[in-house]
Structures are given as structure tokens and as C-alpha cells.
């Protein structure tokens, strides 16, 4: 993929229109993208990074946020890049969510993030989701890996370069996607944990198991899990034994339940003759009974017969005179309490006419009402036309007050809308003020921030610088003394040697030195002479002093010239380190102040607009008020004119009040001749009333004489009935009737007598018959066996019980310590196997370095990074540096595998990448990163990047570092590929022709391409 063309607009410091043409800057090589700090360099790269993907190249800025603060409100924000790719053309075109106004109409209209691609063919996808899927598949790459390959950003690559094991992690994590390794550690370690708790857990069990067997002895119940087998195999034993009692059980428990059941037989037998016995004996004395009340049950008989004989020949005459004296009874209480009522009615009719004639003197009231109804209902229309007129006029004064009240409020109003315009003017003469201050001070604040990182910077400096010196001052002294240690040393052992062969001299033969013949003065052994090892040893221990000197040497001189140039650069700033603190402090809060000012004033314009419409609808309103209280006030005069005319003419104040008069004077009218009415008919209906009583008195009275004859001839009658049935008197008579309420008692009692005399009589033969020559049994004495065998056999269930509980515990006991036996072991094995793979996963095998699982893919792909890095820093170093992974430390506790050292081609040695200087650890720094570059190109797959920005800081290269920088950038540029290097630094604008220079001013940023 190679950018032709991007365009923007209203993007970040981008205000208008913008374009830059790549294609501009050939076809391959490099470029410089300068300009001032702040102008919009990187913004470049994000326009061209949110046009293919929809996001930026940082987490620093938000895609919500693009829309540029300096826009015309009419222009929209978008980007447009125009691409190559394997041949064909493609033209992005995207904008962010923001809000702008429309150039028709002026209002203003939300667009949300929307996005196209145009294709060589001139065919058109749209829609982000779409297009998202559509770029991805193009370039085969997603948003991240384009950052990784196509931007080397600020700072980024030195963090990595100088990390530790564990951070140099966090950062591979994310480059090269390896979370999934950590979380495979991470599942492998909870599963390794859950199999350990499940272990124990198991382990716990099936030690309970055991303690809970009561059968084991104590000195038994120690068993552990390692020798279940031996508890089963002894509970089994167990079983058996239980098992041959319980059949010897069984056996006897037969034995006693036939006996029992004999016993049983025996006893129900004997039962039976006793209930037969006990039964004689009971009817016999129920027989007896029964014979006591024979006399009372013949008297009862007789009575019966008496008592049907008067019901057939005497009853019938004695119900019939009691019937006549009943309606004599009847006739008279009816005659007198009709004379009564006829008295009564009379009584009423007489109140009656009496009442009839004091209505008819009322006539005359009467006939006023009626004229009076008359009058009122011929005024009634006048009366309602006086509540339109009253109802009118309470309407109009209500709204004269209402128009006169809203006159006041409105022109209140209007004065203190006059009052906040006054209040806008000021505040916009504020606002402007308020700006200007506010960019000062942010300027200000900048200034300061830049200068607190500086002395906080020249702290920490002047810190390790103290330091270094002082661990080199104290290497130098050891170093010194170590040497002078090693010089008399080595001087003895040399001195020795001669001294060895002197030993062997002898007077008149020739020395084998120097063949001499006389040896005046041979050489003498030392004391205390150290052999070689230990003069080779002590040579290695001084060779590592020097090694650790020229270190340490080398890290104060680095940060000895760190320290002075932070401290010109402070120097330039002419500020008191003592007070830029509480300055920077006051700063802040000013800015803080106005800013908070600030918002307080926002949309001024829109207010003051808003205030003048006000005023101007208030006045408008005010007018039109006064006009209607005018025309009202007319209105009113009006009607009070027509009211006062009304209420001379009208008897009444007002409708309701006649309403009320003429119904009162209806109502009476209607109540009297009510009155007259119901009178007449009530002196008609006692009339008739009266009549019709005065005919049934004659006839009762008349009946009532018939009944008193018929009276006389029917106790005749009844009397010589009671003659000829040999009753004595009506008194005899009358206690035999009595028998009559008592008769179905009587009858239904000697029934039963009658049935239970016969019953017993042959209940008494039968059991005679039954029990004749039979003896009465003795049961006692058959229960007493019968219970002793019963508590025999309880005995011997309560023992079988006991046994089969046993029994049956222990076989369930070995079931289930079989069961938990099996799943441990089945656990131990799951847990063997799954804590090899952990401790292999997490780099905790013992007396092995400790490289997780995940550090070793890390570490894979770190390996192809030096790889293809020290192509570079070979390059960049003049061949004197190689990065590699650090070497395992003799701790095997600690987490490695990620470490980073460099050799020291030169000097044939190894060290810690952090001893690199400045500038060479710039070098290293941008090797890493173009390795990075290649390696996740080539892992994603045959991808085209020809692009390539450098957004690092090459200030801290020598001239030859940068010419070396410069040469291996040129050397990526021969593959067909275009390199943007994003600095302000000047030696690189004298070696780089093609610029794009981003300029800024008060409406925004633009660019300037020089080619």
C-alpha cells in the first residue's frame, strides 16, 4: 500500500482545505515532515491512519474529538486518501461525527461517522462497517498492526529497548497478540489449583469415611488413604461373620413364630367358648327381665283397645261441638270489633268535611298565586337578559385586570431586557479580554511544564550522577590496590622461579642460564609466594575491576553530560528553580479561573439575539394590550348602562331569584288543589267503607244465632255417646284421648317387647344347646404362654435387626470408600498430568530458568526482531554492536527469557543493553523498531506496506550517527517504499531535499510541499 493523495478538512489544526501530494515525493525515498512543535505533524499520519480505519494512530486522541476548533461552522470535517495497492487505485472517504452548519439554510445539522470506497472500476461501497471489513481485506492487516508496521512513534521503541523481562512482556502482549499463551498458563494454573483442593478434598473424604466405620478399633482408625485397601478387605471380613450370625438368627426366629402362631390358634378357640359361656349367662339375665314386665305390657294392650273403640263411636261428637263453640267464639269477637271500625270511620269523615271546608276558604289566596305565576313568567326573558348583561360585565373587568397586570409585567420585563443587553455588551468586551489572557496563559503553563520535566530531570541526574561518581571513585581505589596486590604478587612468583632453579647450582659447572662457572650470588626463595592459579585468579579479578570501571566510567560521563546539558538548557530559560513550582501552581489556577469565566460566557450572541427578539415581541405586546383595555373600557360602560335600565323595570335583583319566587308560587298551587283532591276522595272511600261494614254486621249477626242452636243439639249427642260407650263423664273422656298423643309410642313399645321376648327365648335354647357338655376355659393362663413366646421372638428380631443394620452399614461403607477411592485415584492422576504441563507452562520445573510459557513464544518472535535489527544497528554502529537476548541468571527463581544485552563487537564483551549511551541507544532504538516493522510484516502474510513513517527524536545523533540513521532509512527505501520521517530537527532539513512543511497560524494549520 502507497499513498498518491490525501485531502482534509476542518480536520484537527487542519482548518480548510487541505491537500498533500505523495506522489509529489517519487516513486521511493525519503521525506522530511517538519515544522513547529504543536503545528500538526503527527495529525498527518492520523488523517491517512482514520481514513483507512476510522480511528488515529494514538490512544491520546479520540475520533469524537477531530473536528477542528477553528472550522468555518459551515464546512464539514472529512478525509479523503487517494491509494496504490498490488496495481489497483482505491479512494477512502471519511468523516467523523460532528456538528456543522448547513450552507442552505444556515441550520445547523449533526452528521455521524460515515465512510465510502471507490474502486479502479468507479464502483461505490458505502457505510462504515462495510468499508472497515473491505480496507482490512484489501491490505490484509487490522488498525493495530498498520500502526506497528507503517508508524515508528515517539519514545515507543526506547521504552521497549530498555524494558525489564516482565515489561518487555506487557508490550509483546499486545504487539504480537500472546494473551492467549498467558491465558492458557492462567487455565492450566486454576485447573492445577482445583485438581490440588478436589485432591485434598477427596484425601478428607474418605478419611472421615474410615473414622465414621465404628466397627474398627481405634488403633485402626489411623489408616490414611494410602491403605484403603486394607480397611475394605478387613470390613469385608467383617461382613462375612455378620453374615453366618444372621442366618443362625433367622433359623431360631422360625422356630419361635410357629410356636407363636399355634399358641395363637389355641387362644382364639378358647375365646370363642368363653364369649358362648358369657353370652348364656347374659341372655338368661336379659330373659328374666323381660318376664318382670309382663303385667305393665298387658295394661298397655288393653288402654289400646279402650282407645280405638271412643276415637270410632265418641270423637266424632265431641269435635263437632267444639267446632260450634269455636265460631260462636269467632262470631261474636268479629261483631264487636266491626261496631268498633264503624265508630272510627265515622269519626274520620266527619275530620274529613271539617278539613274540606277550611281548603275552600283559600280559594280566593289561590287565585292570586295564579295571576301572580302569570306576571313573573311573562318577565322571565328580561330577567335572563339581565344575567347576560352581569355575566358580560364580570368578564370584561376580569380581563381589563388581567390586560393591565400583563401591561406591568411586560414592561417590567422590558426593562430588565434592556438591562441584560447592557450586561451582554460587557460581558462580550469581558469575553475578549478573557480570551486573550487565557492564551497567555496556557503559553505560560506550557512554558512551565516544559520546565518542572526539566528540573525534575536535572534532579535525577545530578542523583545518578553522585552516584555513578561515587561507585566509581570506590572502584578505582579497590582497582588501585588490587593492582599493586597483583604487581609485588606476580614479582615473587617470578623471583620464586629463579630462585628454583639457583637450588640446583653447583660450584664449577655452568650455569644454564648464562653458562658462568662461579655463582657468587644466587637467587633466594621467598616466603609467602603464590602459585599460578592463584596469580591467573587474581589477574581475572583486576581484569573484571577494569570492566566494571570503564561501566561505571562510562555511566557518569553519559550522565555527567545529560546533567550539563539539561542544566545551559535551564539556563535559557532565566527562571528561579525555587519558585517555578508555586508559579506553575498559580498559573494553573488562573487558567482554571478563566476558563471557568470563560464558560460562564458562552453563546453570547445567541443571548443577545435572543433578548433583543424579547424586547421587541414585549413592546409589541404592551401596544397591543393598551389598545384592547381602550376598547374594553367601551364595552363596559355599555353594559353597565343596559343593567341599570333592566333593574328598574324588574320586580327581582335577578333570574334566579324570580326562578326561585315562581316555583314557590307553583308548588303552592299544585300542593292545595292536591290537597282539595285527595280530601274529596278520602270523604268518598269512608262513606263506602262505612256501608259495607254496617251489611256484614247483619249477617254475623244472624249466623251467630244459627250457631247457638246447633250449639244445644251437639253436646245432646255427645253426652249420650259417652253413655253408651260405659264412659262415665266428659272428664273419663278426656284422659283416654289423651292416649291419643301417646298411642304410636305405646304401640311401637309393646311391639318391641313382644319381638325381644320371643328373640330371647331362642337366643337362651340356642346357647343351651351349644355349650352342653362343654367346660368354661382358662385363657389367663394360654396369654402368659402365648406372651413369653412373643417377648422371645421381639428378642431375637432385635438382634437380627441390629445385625442387618450392621450389615448393611458396612456394605454401604465399602461401596462408598470404593467409590471416593476410585475418583482419588482417578484425581491423582488428572492431577499428575495437569501439574506437569502447569509447572512446564509457568517455567517452574526445578533447577530450570524460569521461562513461562507465554515468555517463550515472546521470546520466538524477539528473535526474529534482532534478527532483522541488527541488520540496521550493524549498519548505525560502524559494525561495533549486536543486540541479544540476555543469557540465563544463575537464580533459577527469577522470570527470564525477554532480557536484552549488547555485544561489543570491539571490545569482544557482553553487557546490559541500558549501558548504551544517548545517541546509541537512538541507534538501537530505531534498529528495533524497523525490525519490529519487518517481522509483523512478514507474520501478517505476504502484506504491501510500501510506506513508512519515523516519528522519533534524532536530536541526540552526532553528525556521523545521523548520517548512518539516514543511510539505513535510504537502504528500506530501495524496495519500492516511501519514508516520512516526522522531526524538526535541522541537520536532517540540509539532508533530506523533499519536505512537507507544516506551518500554523490564527485560523490553523497547512502545508507547504518542497520537491
Do not use: W
Not at 407363636?260 to 367358648?273: D, G, P, V, Y
Not at 383595555?629 to 328598574?648: A, H, P, Q, Y
Not at 260405659?726 to 305405646?746: C, G, M, P
Not at 537502504?971 to 524538526?984: E, F, Q
Amino acid at each position: 500500500m502507497k499513498p498518491i493523495k490525501l485531502e482534509m478538512q476542518a480536520f484537527g489544526p487542519y482548518a480548510k482545505y487541505t491537500e498533500i501530494d505523495f506522489s509529489l515525493m517519487g516513486a521511493q525515498g525519503l521525506f522530511l515532515l517538519t515544522g513547529d512543535t504543536g503545528a500538526g505533524k503527527t495529525m498527518i499520519f492520523d488523517a491517512l491512519t482514520f481514513a483507512l480505519y476510522g480511528d488515529t494512530s494514538g490512544n491520546d486522541r479520540k475520533v469524537n474529538s477531530l473536528r477542528s476548533k477553528t472550522a468555518d461552522v459551515n464546512d464539514e470535517t472529512y478525509v479523503k486518501l487517494t491509494f496504490l495497492h498490488k496495481g489497483n487505485e482505491y479512494i477512502v472517504r471519511r468523516n467523523p461525527t460532528h456538528a456543522y452548519a448547513k450552507r442552505v439554510g444556515g441550520n445547523e445539522t449533526t452528521t455521524s461517522h460515515n465512510a465510502s470506497i471507490e474502486f479502479s472500476d468507479r464502483t461505490v461501497l458505502s457505510g462504515v462497517t462495510d468499508v472497515n471489513e473491505k480496507v482490512e481485506g484489501i491490505l490484509g492487516i487490522n488498525h493495530n498492526q498498520f500502526k506497528q508496521i507503517a508508524l515508528i512513534g515517539q519514545g515507543e521503541f526506547r521504552e521497549l529497548l530498555n524494558a525489564k523481562s516482565g515489561a518487555r512482556s506487557d508490550i509483546f502482549r499486545k504487539i504480537f497478540n500472546t494473551l492467549y499463551y498467558n491465558k492458557f498458563e492462567n487455565i492450566l494454573k486454576e485447573k492445577n489449583s482445583q485438581l490440588y483442593r478436589s485432591l485434598n478434598v477427596q484425601k478428607e473424604l474418605i478419611q472421615n469415611t474410615i473414622v465414621g466405620i465404628d466397627e474398627l478399633k481405634e488403633e485402626e482408625k489411623i489408616y490414611t488413604v494410602h491403605n484403603v485397601e486394607e480397611v475394605l478387605q478387613y470390613i469385608e471380613s467383617l461382613i462375612l461373620d455378620d453374615s453366618e450370625k444372621e442366618k443362625e438368627l433367622d433359623s431360631i426366629k422360625v422356630k419361635i413364630t410357629n410356636a407363636s402362631n399355634e399358641a395363637i390358634k389355641q387362644l382364639e378357640t378358647m375365646r370363642n367358648l368363653k364369649e358362648l359361656f358369657d353370652n348364656l349367662e347374659n341372655v338368661k339375665v336379659t330373659l328374666d327381665t323381660l318376664k318382670l314386665s309382663k303385667d305393665k305390657y298387658d295394661k298397655i294392650e288393653k288402654d289400646l283397645k279402650l282407645l280405638d273403640k271412643v276415637i270410632s263411636d265418641v270423637y266424632p261428637h265431641y269435635t263437632k261441638r267444639e267446632s260450634l263453640k269455636t265460631n260462636i267464639n269467632t262470631l261474636e269477637a268479629s261483631i264487636q270489633d266491626i261496631e268498633n271500625d264503624v265508630k272510627k270511620i265515622d269519626e274520620k269523615q266527619n275530620e274529613a268535611k271539617k278539613e274540606k271546608e277550611i281548603l275552600l276558604s283559600r280559594a280566593d289566596e289561590i287565585e292570586k298565586d295564579k295571576l301572580e305565576i302569570s306576571t313573573i313568567s311573562g318577565s322571565l326573558s328580561k330577567y335572563k337578559e339581565l344575567d347576560i348583561h352581569i355575566d358580560s360585565e364580570a368578564k370584561i373587568s376580569q380581563e381589563l385586570n388581567r390586560l393591565v397586570s400583563s401591561v406591568k409585567e411586560n414592561e417590567k420585563s422590558h426593562v430588565q431586557a434592556l438591562e441584560q443587553e447592557e450586561e451582554i455588551k460587557k460581558n462580550k468586551e469581558e469575553k475578549v479580554t478573557l480570551d486573550t489572557s487565557l492564551v497567555n496563559v496556557k503559553a505560560e503553563i506550557l512554558k512551565y511544564t516544559e520546565v518542572l520535566a526539566l528540573i525534575k530531570e536535572i534532579k535525577d541526574l545530578n542523583l545518578s550522577t553522585s552516584k555513578y561518581k561515587e561507585a566509581l571513585d570506590k572502584t578505582l581505589t579497590l582497582l588501585k590496590s588490587k593492582r599493586n596486590l597483583f604487581t609485588l604478587a606476580e614479582d615473587k612468583f617470578y623471583r620464586s622461579q629463579g630462585a628454583i632453579l639457583a637450588s640446583t647450582l653447583e660450584d664449577h659447572k655452568p650455569c644454564p642460564v648464562c653458562g658462568s662457572l662461579d655463582h657468587p650470588s644466587p637467587a633466594q626463595h621467598d616466603e609467602d609466594v603464590m602459585d599460578k592459579e592463584d596469580i591467573d585468579a587474581l589477574k581475572a579479578e583486576l581484569n573484571e575491576l577494569k570492566a566494571l570501571r570503564d561501566k561505571q566510567n562510562s555511566d557518569y560521563v553519559s550522565s555527567d553530560t545529560n546533567l550539563k546539558l539539561n542544566e545551559k538548557k535551564f539556563a535559557t530559560y532565566n527562571l528561579d528553580a525555587a519558585t517555578t513550582e508555586e508559579k506553575y501552581a498559580e498559573l494553573t489556577a488562573q487558567k482554571k479561573s478563566l476558563e471557568s469565566r470563560l464558560n460562564k460566557l458562552i453563546d453570547l450572541d445567541k443571548k443577545e439575539e435572543k433578548v433583543k427578539l424579547l424586547k421587541n415581541t414585549l413592546i409589541e405586546s404592551i401596544d397591543k394590550d393598551k389598545q384592547k383595555i381602550s376598547e374594553r373600557k367601551v364595552d363596559l360602560s355599555s353594559i353597565t348602562t343596559s343593567i341599570g335600565i333592566l333593574n328598574k323595570e324588574l320586580k327581582f335583583d335577578n333570574l334566579q331569584a324570580a326562578e326561585i319566587e315562581l316555583k314557590a308560587l307553583k308548588s303552592n298551587v299544585e300542593k292545595y288543589q292536591e290537597a282539595l283532591e285527595l280530601n274529596t276522595k278520602t270523604i268518598e272511600k269512608l262513606s263506602n267503607q262505612s256501608a259495607n261494614l254496617k251489611g256484614q254486621l247483619k249477617t254475623n249477626k244472624a249466623s251467630l244465632d244459627k250457631d247457638i242452636q246447633l250449639l244445644k243439639e251437639a253436646s245432646q249427642t255427645f253426652l249420650e255417646a259417652l253413655k253408651q260407650a260405659s264412659i262415665a263423664d266428659e272428664d273419663a273422656f278426656v284422659e283416654i284421648i289423651k292416649l291419643q298423643d301417646d298411642k304410636e309410642r305405646l304401640q311401637t313399645s309393646l311391639s318391641k317387647y313382644k319381638e325381644d321376648l320371643t328373640e330371647e327365648t331362642a337366643r337362651f335354647k340356642l346357647l343351651q344347646d351349644k355349650t352342653q357338655g362343654q367346660i368354661h376355659p382358662d385363657i389367663n393362663k394360654q396369654e402368659a404362654v402365648l406372651s413369653e413366646l412373643k417377648t422371645s421372638l421381639g428378642t431375637v428380631d432385635q438382634d437380627l435387626s441390629k445385625l442387618q443394620i450392621v450389615i448393611e452399614r458396612n456394605t454401604r461403607n465399602i461401596k462408598e470408600l470404593k467409590k471416593q477411592y476410585k475418583k482419588y485415584t482417578e484425581l491423582e492422576d488428572e492431577y499428575k498430568e495437569v501439574n506437569v504441563l502447569y509447572q512446564t507452562a509457568t517455567g517452574n520445573l526445578s533447577q530450570k530458568d524460569k521461562i513461562t510459557f507465554e515468555y517463550y513464544v515472546q521470546a520466538a518472535y524477539f528473535t526474529k526482531v534482532l534478527h532483522e535489527a541488527n541488520k540496521r544497528f550493524d549498519i548505525m554502529s560502524g559494525g561495533k554492536y549486536s543486540l541479544v537476548l540476555a543469557e540465563g541468571t544463575s537464580d533459577k527463581r527469577l522470570s527470564t527469557g525477554l532480557d536484552l544485552d549488547v555485544i561489543d563487537h570491539h571490545t569482544n564483551s557482553r553487557r546490559e543493553v541500558s549501558t548504551l549511551s544517548g545517541g546509541e541507544s537512538f541507534k538501537a532504538a530505531l534498529s528495533l523498531a524497523l525490525g519490529m516493522s519487518d517481522v509483523i510484516q512478514m507474520f501478517a502474510g505476504g502484506i504491501e506496506i510500501n510506506m513508512l513513517f519515523v516519528d522519533e527524536g534524532f536530536g541526540s545523533l552526532d553528525a556521523e550517527s545521523l548520517d548512518q540513521a539516514i543511510l539505513v532509512l535510504n537502504d528500506l527505501t530501495s524496495y519500492d517504499r516511501v519514508i516520512g520521517i516526522i522531526s524538526h530537527v535541522n541537520e536532517l532539513k540540509e539532508r533530506i531535499d523533499k519536505k512537507i512543511l507544516v506551518k500554523k497560524d490564527k485560523e490553523g494549520s497547512y502545508v507547504e510541499l518542497i520537491v
